[in-house]
């Protein structure tokens, strides 16, 4: 069953990317699309090629980064209520990335090296103030939206500073994937592919961090040191996405929950399975933003939070079945 589930993920993938690739403002054939892309002599494809495709390789890297993200920040809190867009991983990565920018605009390439000690700085801050003999659930999604808040409103004041510049990289850790191209695409390349990588390597540590510590300590998991590391990588995650692709909340809430469902609690499986099922979310949010209300269009973003609100308020109730808080 879930290498079937797994192949049909993947194959939806392939088409949606597909159609994603052929249509819009200029349509091309599927088959017109492939041949263009090898031969390099259809002029209509060698623009799809350098303004449609960085959008959807970088969506597909934003979509898995977040999902996975997820996944892991629920493995370390036990909850399937954290995620980095809901508890201010998200807004913190792009509101300290878009002040340090603001400050030394040369270090405009540095930005997701910043966005990743704003995701920390938020995470830090979040379970400070969540903890409390504990980390309660319901108290992490409070103070997350708590700090959410304050990041978003930090961030957003930079707009009446009159500034282009500044005005322009608030523009791109908000909310809209327009305007990517190839630099964009090696930088996600880069840090997702590390950052899937490492989470990927760890799904051991998550397996083992479902049982309690006493259970994980016997069988010889550090469970300090794995959270801190396990913290770390979905910040790199979250952190990389926002950098590049805005921020979206709501994939590593909604994308694991699903996942869980489908192929199970096996971190072994469901890490890549969540970065497949992230990256096709977003794309296909994507590419319905720009397409059903074209030349209009709708923010995968807004898109995401219309979704996700309303699953957020029923794992809010589940939340209070299932833990009793």
């Not at 290498?3 to 949606?16: M, N, Q, R, S």
């Not at 009159?162 to 994937?177: E, K, M, P, R, W």
């Not at 840090?191 to 010889?220: E, H, M, R």
Request: hydrophobic share 55%.
């Amino acid at each position: 069953m879930n290498k079937k589930v797994i192949w049909g993920v993947i194959v939806l993938l392939i088409a949606v990317t597909v159609y994603s690739a052929s249509t819009g403002s200029i349509k091309v054939g599927g088959l017109e699309l492939i041949q263009g892309l090898f031969t390099g002599t259809n002029k209509q494809v060698e623009v799809i090629r350098d303004l449609r495709l960085p959008r959807i390789i970088v969506a597909l890297f934003v979509g898995a980064a977040l999902a996975v993200s997820g996944v892991l920040l629920q493995a370390v809190m036990r909850s399937s209520l954290a995620d980095a867009g809901v508890i201010g991983i998200s807004s913190g990565a792009g509101f300290v990335s878009v002040l340090t920018v603001s400050i030394f605009p040369n270090l405009f390439f540095w930005m997701p090296l910043f966005a990743c000690l704003g995701g920390a700085l938020a995470c830090f801050l979040v379970y400070s103030f969540s903890w409390k003999s504990g980390l309660i659930p319901i108290r992490i999604i409070l103070v997350g939206i708590a700090i959410n808040a304050t990041f978003s409103g930090l961030g957003q004041s930079f707009n009446y500073r009159g500034s282009y510049a500044v005005t322009s990289i608030n523009q791109a850790v908000t909310s809209i994937l327009t305007m990517k191209n190839w630099g964009d695409v090696h930088i996600m390349l880069v840090y997702g592919t590390i950052g899937l990588l490492l989470a990927w390597l760890v799904s051991p540590w998550c397996n083992l961090l479902a049982l309690q510590d006493k259970s994980a300590k016997n069988v010889g998991l550090h469970v300090s040191r794995a959270r801190l590391w396990i913290s770390a990588i979905a910040v790199l995650l979250a952190a990389v996405a926002t950098a590049i692709g805005g921020l979206i909340a709501f994939v590593g809430l909604l994308v694991p929950h699903i996942a869980r469902l489908l192929v199970g609690s096996d971190h072994k499986v469901l890490i890549p399975f969540s970065a497949l099922a992230g990256a096709l979310l977003i794309l296909t949010a994507d590419t319905l933003g720009r397409t059903v209300l074209a030349p209009a269009e709708i923010p995968a973003s807004i898109i995401m939070t219309v979704i996700g609100g309303p699953f957020l308020i029923f794992l809010l109730r589940k939340s209070d079945r299932v833990y009793g808080h």
